[in-house]
């Protein structure tokens, strides 16, 4: 017998009243979920966003940065007990409307959460800004006068639902700076932030009260352009289709930050395939292309092999098979739709052909579904995959050389998963960042930014707020003016 | 497999393991029966499930460490279906495995010896018993206990669940003795840590990952691994196979 459940999965200001909603259905396994949520009119979005400035002017604003550090905190700390309700929540349902396997949910989920305890927040703070006070009053600078930064009064993000989670950053960074929030969801994950929105009411409900965060449909002009109209900043993640119909309607005197379509790989040293290592390496990265289905931009989709270890770069492949076939008996890849079984098939399609051909590529992959499919390249070069645990390894001879393939993809590229000896770091990773590359990080930890990072190579906050200086002499030749001055 | 239309009986078979070995003897035609101790929605579902399949099953509630009860569900098998072929004892005393929460040796108490002794050794010797003269009627039978490898090697040492264990091992190497003369045989089936099953799932992550490191099979096993190797021991295939402990592992003991 199925049960039939409505989750609202808006989170508006209390004042505001919806007559009209509409529903997305999800199925889950004994449980059929109406996801509510209203129907707007580009008024609705208006009215949002003057009730959330409204409610920043008189509360948040009022808020020292140290203040909002401390209830975000507080609304973290709920989400790292396992047994606090809105987190099993997520745990439950996160799995049914995203398709993620429940386990991988599970703990990618806590694991995120972590990273917003307080000190990484104030790590955070720290990396922008000499003093994060000045996010406050006005701070005496080391040259001489004083600073003040100022947020936006209102934060418009436009979220993307292929991982769970990251709207929950981007909700942080705006309340970090003291801005009021309109969070447009995706469809295909609308729930977290609105459950994280509820933590932070538990903490304190006139924070709550600046944020808004409904999904509607991508593309709805009329009413993304009355949000931009009334927002003082925007922050778009999405396909590079999305962050550019965007572009194109915001105003070039607002803050538009952009998270698009990235590639992401991994350049393996044979170092790491001494016959102790090898194995570990391949778990490693098998985990990286299988952590939420390479949906994120940090996962990789192609990989450097170099010659010379204990495996051969084609064994490599035949054993990363393996392992992303015993990944998907453990944590089972989410179902695709027809388009994106079709982009696996295509690649397969297009490599089994060439491997017939000859013995420059192999192709090694689930036989009866598209759960994971890994292409064996025998000459060095770099190639975006279909995702959903899909991967190039290309064999190569020198990794210092061949790394110079990723050169045409170098205004995509984000992270790269490095296993080589220290003496080559340095080299590498001048070249990687000299080629387009954002982010050099472990293999094993592709998908797990740390705190602070530079997202896609730029600041977060920095790049949001607008600095006010007073010069050091205007403080000094004021003091004439005070009337008591000798 | 030459299991079509045998009667099989398994234990604790509304979840896990148990529900993995129930499914699998159906898919190679075997009457199942479903027994279970509360679960009896999850029971269903899983003789809904075979039924699915064009199996055929059926969900009976006992509790495995009461003779009358375990009485009263063998006769009304052999009644309605004539007979018992096979006995896979797979239900457990609930038992938790996580290793942050468990008992070390100097905390565990007696009491906690006894639960589990009940629990897996009592059960089986009771469904034993009472499968017993049915299988010695038919000259043939096969019992299949599931004990576990941690008997062999305590990963974490889970002391009053691997004693049980062993203990059931010991059962299955006497009962095979006696039995072998009328044709029983009495085996074993050892599996590793087994996921996902409700058991397991506060086995944390780390654990699981120094499991797998020394797993040669690099996993962990799956309910249906463990179901092929219980299929396998009542099967034609296996015939001069007693006494015998299999272990379900991806190699992890090798002996």
């Known amino acids: 017998m199925t049960i039939a459940e409505e989750i609202s999965i808006y989170k508006v200001p209390k004042t505001m009243a919806f007559t009209q909603f509409s529903e997305a259905i999800i199925e889950g396994e004994r449980t059929v979920y109406h996801l509510k949520y209203p129907s707007l009119t580009s008024d609705d979005i208006q009215q949002m966003m003057n009730v959330v400035e409204a409610n920043r002017e008189s509360y948040l604003a009022s808020l020292t940065t140290q203040e909002i550090v401390e209830k975000i905190d ?57 003093q994060p006070a000045m996010l406050d009053e006005f701070r005496p600078r080391k040259s001489g006068g004083m600073s003040r930064a100022f947020g936006p009064n209102t934060l418009f993000h436009v979220f ?6 990251v709207q929950i950053w981007s909700l942080i960074m705006g309340l970090l700076l003291k801005s009021a929030t309109l969070g447009k969801t995706s469809l295909s994950e609308p729930l977290l932030p609105v459950l994280f929105a509820q933590s932070l009411e538990e903490v304190d ?32 993640y999405g396909s590079n289709k999305t962050v550019e119909t965007m572009r194109q309607r915001v105003p070039l005197d ?47 989709q192609s990989v450097f092999v170099e010659q010379g270890g204990a495996i051969s770069p084609k064994q490599f492949a035949q054993i990363l098979a393996s392992e992303l076939g015993r990944y998907h008996k453990k944590r089972p890849r989410a179902r695709l739709t027809d388009e994106e079984a079709m982009a696996i098939q295509k690649l397969r399609d297009r490599y089994q052909f060439e491997a017939l051909q000859g013995d420059q590529v192999e192709v090694y992959a689930s036989q009866t579904n598209t ?86 190579g730029g600041f977060n906050l920095l790049d949001l707020v607008r600095i006010v200086d007073i010069e050091r002499d205007v403080e000094q030749k004021m003091e004439a003016f005070d009337p008591d001055v000798e | 497999m030459n299991l079509k239309d045998k009667i099989v009986v398994v234990t604790g078979a509304s979840r896990g393991i148990g529900a993995a070995i129930a499914k699998t003897f159906a898919t190679e035609g075997a009457f199942v029966v479903v027994n279970y101790l509360k679960n009896t929605a999850l029971a269903e579902k899983v003789v809904s499930d075979i039924e699915a399949m064009g199996g055929q099953a059926v969900a009976m509630q006992a509790d495995v460490q009461d003779i009358q009860q375990v009485d009263h569900m063998m006769t009304e098998i052999t009644d309605a279906l004539g007979g018992i072929d096979v ?8 038992y938790t495995f996580n290793p942050k929460t468990r008992k070390t040796a100097w905390e565990i108490e007696w009491q906690d010896f006894e639960q589990q002794w009940e629990g897996n050794v009592h059960g089986a010797f009771n469904i034993c018993k009472a499968a017993m003269p049915y299988m010695k009627a038919q000259m043939a039978g096969r019992i299949i206990n599931v004990v576990s490898n941690l008997i062999d090697f305590p990963v ?37 840590l087994t996921y996902p099953t409700d058991s397991s799932s506060e086995t944390q992550e780390n654990v699981r990952k120094s499991i797998i490191d020394l797993t040669p099979m690099h996993r962990l096993a799956t309910p249906d691994d463990i179901a092929g190797s219980a299929v396998f021991l009542a099967s034609d295939w296996a015939s001069f196979i007693t006494g015998q402990c299999l272990n379900v592992d991806g190699g992890l003991v090798m002996k």
Not at chain 2, 87 to 94: D, E, F, G, M, T
């Open chain 1, 254 to 300: 607002k803050p538009f930050l952009t998270y698009g379509h990235k590639i992401s790989f991994a350049v393996i040293g044979k170092e790491a395939l001494t016959p102790d290592l090898y194995y570990e390496t391949i778990y490693k990265l098998a985990e990286d292309i299988s952590i939420y289905d390479q949906q994120s931009c940090l996962a990789p």
């Open chain 1, 371 to 456: 759960a994971w499919t890994v292409v064996y390249h025998e000459e060095a070069g770099f190639e975006g995959s279909p995702l959903n645990r899909s991967i190039h390894i290309f064999s190569s001879e020198n990794l210092e050389r061949d790394v110079l393939s990723i050169k045409p993809y170098q205004s995509l590229l984000q992270s790269c998963g490095l296993a080589v000896a220290p003496d080559r770091l340095f080299t590498l990773a001048d070249r990687l960042g000299h080629y387009g590359v954002n982010r050099i990080c472990s293999v094993g930890e592709m998908n797990s930014a740390k705190p602070g990072w530079h997202h896609d």
């Open chain 1, 205 to 236: 409900e006139k924070l709550a009260e600046t944020l808004a965060i409904l999904p509607w449909k991508g593309g709805t002009a009329e009413l993304e352009n009355a949000a931009i109209a009334n927002a003082d900043a925007v922050i778009v």
């Open chain 2, 156 to 192: 974490v040492p889970y002391h009053d669940y691997s004693t049980s264990k062993m203990a059931l091992l010991g059962l299955t190497r006497n009962l095979a003795k006696e039995l072998g003369a009328f044709g029983i045989t009495v085996n074993a089936i050892a599996p590793g």
């Open chain 2, 87 to 94: 006995v896979v004892n797979n239900a457990l005393s609930h």
């Open chain 1, 74 to 130: 507080q609304a973290i700390q709920k989400w790292l007990d396992p047994d606090y309700p809105l987190r099993r929540r997520a745990e439950q349902l996160l799995p049914v409307i995203t398709g993620y396997d429940k386990d991988m949910v599970r703990l990618e989920l806590k694991k995120y959460m972590r990273t917003f305890r307080k000190k990484e927040l104030l790590r955070f703070l720290d990396e922008e800004f000499d």
């Open chain 1, 160 to 165: 993307s639902g292929n991982v769970p989670g």
